[in-house]
């Protein structure tokens, strides 16, 4: 191609969102990706033994992430996950249990209540404590759509936030707890209330819809990844893979992007890598005008995520997913959803699992299958036939209190944009905050 307008760096879904809005604009975009595939921490691998691509971890979405599906339909992949028309989850209490929360097709909050007022799972004290969140979700939902202030303390945690709302155990044990963990992949007693609560804010909008629960029916980087790279190519950018790169500066303004010892110019330079990945993109320009973002940066905390795959002889959930609340493992997923009929294949899945991160995979696999006996009965150790774990330390961006503030999209350098879930966008470190961040960057990049 000729100079590109602008480089996008990294190939992510913040990158590939960024350089998609670019390029629908008329953009002439180029993306160098640094590893060997595309779509950073949403992507897969093949395990040759069985031949399948296998997640480098789970991802669930939600009707409420708008610019993701947005971006999805953008590059053909709208009908890639398979949504629910709204709430509903099965889950596995520790005695075997099986219930199952369904909203009805009310009109929010009423289709909440209705779905707790039929779940089993619940005492009639626990759906008298869910009442107490209607003052609290109407204001995050205020928030959310009118830009006022967020109904949690300073520094106050997610346990804080429920316990000061009056929510039982079982409550949260059952709902509260899984939702944020999903969301915010850090335990509840460790994360600060406000992303969660502005996540709450958007999933009990005035639209059903919003709360509803997706799953990729594809492995993740034939979702978010190829798609996107198939898409750029029919607009006229190109994707580098095994590009590393390095932003180099003319003053107060972006010089040229080195790449394996080639130089790129363009008038804009997108940097979407994560947070750790910052300082090297950055390297050298520790003591100039992008020294503090580079420092803070370098002290972000993380928060990792442990999948354990398990290969069956046989085997079926009663749905593509059921909640495992208060065990290790939090979500136990069929893959046969995403592979077809004829696999028995399981993820299962630990959110802000430091605890669990350094235990040996035999460990790991003995935990995972004891607690998946618990969703399959009668599943034995001789009807395992393949194990793979898949550890990702630097899955998601601490939301402890202490860390550093989200940087804005804009760096003290001109045609210097920032992109990615770790940015501030208000949400935590979700495909939707990086898809956000990406389609800021975009308009800022092409803002007159």
């Known amino acids: 191609m000729t100079s590109p307008d602008v480089i996008v760096i990294g190939a992510g879904c913040a990158g590939l969102s960024a350089a998609c809005a670019l390029a629908e604009r008329g953009a002439r975009v180029l993306v160098l990706e640094a590893r060997a595939q595309?779509?950073?921490?949403?992507?897969?691998?093949?395990?040759?033994?069985?031949?399948?691509?296998v997640d480098n971890g789970q991802h669930v979405l939600m009707g409420c992430y708008h610019e993701t599906r947005a971006y999805l339909r953008r590059v053909g992949a709208g009908e890639a996950v398979q949504f629910q028309p709204r709430l509903?989850?099965?889950?596995?209490?520790?005695?075997?249990?099986?219930?199952?929360?369904?909203?009805?097709?009310?009109?929010?909050?009423?289709?909440?209540?209705?779905?707790?007022?039929?779940?089993?799972?619940?005492?009639?004290?626990?759906?008298?404590?869910?009442?107490?969140?209607?003052?609290?979700?109407?204001?995050?939902?205020?928030?959310?759509?009118?830009?006022?202030?967020?109904?949690?303390?300073?520094?106050?945690?997610v346990a804080q936030w429920l316990g000061r709302h009056r929510q039982t155990p079982t409550l949260v044990a059952q709902l509260w707890e899984p939702l944020a963990l999903a969301a915010l992949n850090q335990p509840i007693t460790l994360?600060?209330?406000?992303?969660?609560?502005?996540?709450?804010?958007?999933?009990?909008?005035?639209?059903?819809?919003?709360?509803?629960?997706?799953?990729?029916?594809?492995?993740?980087?034939?979702?978010?990844?190829?798609?996107?790279?198939?898409?750029?190519?029919?607009?006229?950018?190109?994707?580098?893979?095994?590009?590393?790169?390095?932003?180099?500066?003319?003053?107060?303004?972006?010089?040229?992007?080195?790449?394996?010892?080639?130089?790129?110019?363009?008038?804009?330079?997108?940097?979407?890598?994560?947070?750790f990945g910052l300082a090297n993109v950055l390297r050298?320009?520790?003591?100039?005008?992008?020294?503090?973002?580079?420092?803070?940066?370098?002290?972000?905390?993380?928060?990792?995520?442990?999948?354990?795959n398990l290969?069956?002889?046989?085997?079926?959930?009663?749905?593509p997913f059921v909640g495992l609340p208060e065990r290790t493992f939090h979500w136990m997923f069929d893959k046969r959803w995403a592979f077809g009929e004829s696999?028995?294949?399981f993820t299962l899945v630990a959110s802000g699992a430091d605890h669990v991160l350094r235990r040996s995979n035999q460990e790991l696999a003995d935990l995972a299958l004891a607690e998946a006996t618990t969703a399959l009965p009668g599943l034995t150790r001789a009807q395992v036939q393949r194990v793979r774990v898949v550890r990702e330390p630097?899955?998601?961006?601490?939301?402890?209190?202490?860390?550093?503030?989200?940087?804005?999209?804009?760096?003290?350098?001109?045609?210097?944009?920032?992109?990615?879930?770790?940015?501030?966008?208000?949400?935590?470190?979700?495909i939707e905050g990086a898809?956000?961040?990406?389609?800021?960057?975009?308009?800022?990049?092409?803002a007159p």
């Open 191 to 275: 994360a600060e209330a406000a992303p969660f609560v502005r996540v709450l804010g958007q999933i009990f909008s005035d639209d059903p819809f919003d709360a509803a629960l997706g799953v990729p029916a594809r492995p993740l980087h034939q979702v978010f990844g190829e798609p996107a790279r198939a898409y750029l190519e029919a607009h006229g950018g190109q994707v580098k893979l095994d590009a590393p790169s390095r932003v180099v500066l003319a003053g107060d303004r972006v010089g040229y992007v080195d790449t394996r010892g080639t130089s790129v110019r363009a008038e804009t330079v997108v940097v979407a890598v994560p947070w």
């Open 88 to 157: 509903a989850f099965t889950s596995v209490d520790l005695d075997g249990r099986v219930t199952r929360l369904a909203c009805p097709p009310w009109r929010p909050p009423l289709h909440l209540a209705g779905g707790l007022l039929r779940w089993q799972a619940l005492t009639w004290r626990d759906r008298w404590a869910a009442t107490r969140m209607l003052a609290p979700l109407k204001l995050a939902r205020r928030a959310v759509t009118q830009g006022t202030a967020l109904p949690v303390l300073d520094g106050e945690t």
């Open 343 to 345: 696999a028995s294949h």
């Open 284 to 308: 050298g320009h520790e003591h100039g005008p992008l020294r503090d973002l580079v420092a803070a940066e370098s002290t972000r905390a993380s928060s990792s995520i442990v999948s354990v």
């Open 394 to 430: 630097n899955a998601t961006f601490s939301l402890a209190s202490g860390q550093p503030p989200r940087p804005s999209l804009r760096t003290p350098v001109r045609g210097l944009l920032l992109a990615g879930d770790w940015t501030d966008t208000g949400l935590p470190a979700t």
């Open 435 to 446: 898809v956000v961040s990406g389609h800021r960057a975009a308009a800022a990049a092409t």
């Open 311 to 319: 290969w069956l002889e046989r085997g079926a959930l009663p749905a």
């Open 38 to 53: 595309l779509g950073g921490r949403a992507t897969a691998f093949l395990d040759r033994e069985s031949g399948e691509y």
